[in-house]
């Protein structure tokens, strides 16, 4: 017997890199990437933490902004919502910010 695991912990050489990764992460999330790229993706998430814990921020802050216009929320607060959203992701991607 031959097992027929796919090659899960090889190395990022094999597929994509995390910048690669990152820079299609709102495309993965929207499902606008190429078969090919959305596996490649796929399979980097797979492997890679900071990646998966990168797509998870963006899913949960795309949710959220969904709602946010799903509620059909005055324009104004909408537009607030939106840049707390990005305040609050922009503090936890860039900790190094002024205070
Ligand atoms: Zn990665």
Redo the contacts with the bound molecule.
Sequence with gaps: MTPQDPPKRSG?SKGI??DE??ARMFEFIDNELMPNELLATQY??M??D??TNEHQVRQALKDLVRKACAVSAPHHLRERVVASLEAEYLRYAAPAASQ
Excluded: F, R, V
């Design positions: 990022p890199t995390c990764a990152m980097h998430l492997d890679c900071d990646c």
